[in-house]
């Protein structure tokens, strides 16, 4: 090899791949760059501990601050029970209809071209550009009494508004695009060479996807339920529009906190929230298994 074509050759693989990435994070060793360094892992080790870290702990501390019966006697309380079970109702729901969603949404635009197509994916993601107060006011607008819709759900006694089906409702839209945006990336970097040659090779379309699409998106498709699952527990806005705030009835944990919280029985409030602080751990521990299972 000539000295011009090894030079290439080197520059070339220097600039590629992971050489390219330690180039980038491994800067020259010197002390402005050291102390450049340091001074930035502080900065956000202090913010994330000032942000992130102590409110936590913060709740913790006053949810146990009267004793740990009065903490049990929060938590156990009959409306902490039921603000629980709707929580819990309306997020399995919730998550159940997004995946089903996200995964034939993805599927049908990264492997079908048609007009509109474009379109449609804009259309998935409006829950991101509305403000959920927004969305639970065009909920009631749409389907309470003085709603358009109103008249035809009175006559066969169907109620959304200011009941349970309406936080569930509410609670699908804003957690509407988290399992589609996550998977569709994916699929659209697979392409669908693999598909088609196994349908040249006689599988048929479930065998397909189960055997080949499946198993490209698994971790995907599981970190996009993580997430979509995090953002139905902790939803405020929306259903705190269509909820009603009806006590024991509509009332989901955030909202039950609030509630608590103007109350001035801040002990019991602490301690409600606690249950949302575990909750979002035991999701964030999720997410990270995943993140470490895709790499």
């Not at 992971?18 to 491994?26: F, P, R």
């Amino acid at each position: 090899m000539s000295k011009k074509k090894q030079r290439s050759y080197s520059q070339d693989i220097v600039g590629d791949s992971i050489h390219s990435i330690q180039k980038v994070i491994e800067p020259p060793a010197d002390t402005s760059s050291r102390i450049l360094k340091y001074l930035l892992i502080g900065i956000s080790i202090l913010f994330l501990f000032l942000m992130l870290v102590l409110p936590l702990v913060v709740v913790v501390v006053n949810a146990l601050r009267d004793g740990f019966h009065t903490y049990v006697e929060a938590v156990l309380d009959e409306y902490s029970i039921k603000a629980l079970q709707l929580t819990l109702l309306a997020t399995v729901i919730a998550v159940t209809v997004n995946t089903i969603f996200g995964v034939f949404a993805s599927y049908l635009l990264s492997k079908f071209y048609f007009r509109g197509r474009q379109f449609l994916a804009t259309l998935i993601d409006i829950p991101f550009s509305i403000s959920p107060v927004i969305a639970g006011l065009i909920f009631i607008l749409t389907f309470g009494n003085v709603g358009w819709m109103g008249e035809f759900f009175y006559e066969h006694n169907i109620k959304i508004v200011f009941a349970a089906p309406g936080v569930i409702l509410a609670t699908i839209f804003v957690t509407f695009p988290f399992v589609f945006r996550e998977l569709f990336p994916v699929l659209n970097a697979q392409g669908k060479d693999e598909e088609e040659a196994a349908a040249l090779m006689g599988a048929k379309g479930f065998t397909i996807f189960r055997k080949i699409t499946f198993p490209h998106i698994k971790w995907a498709l599981l970190y996009g339920v993580i997430l979509c699952t995090a953002r139905a527990m902790g939803e405020f806005g929306a259903v705190s529009v269509i909820s009603g705030h009806l006590r024991g009835k509509t009332n989901t944990l955030p909202l039950h906190v609030e509630i608590l919280y103007n109350e001035f029985n801040t002990t019991a409030a602490f301690a409600v929230s606690s249950i949302l602080v575990l909750l979002a751990v035991l999701i964030l521990i999720a997410r990270n298994f995943v993140e470490w299972k895709k790499k």
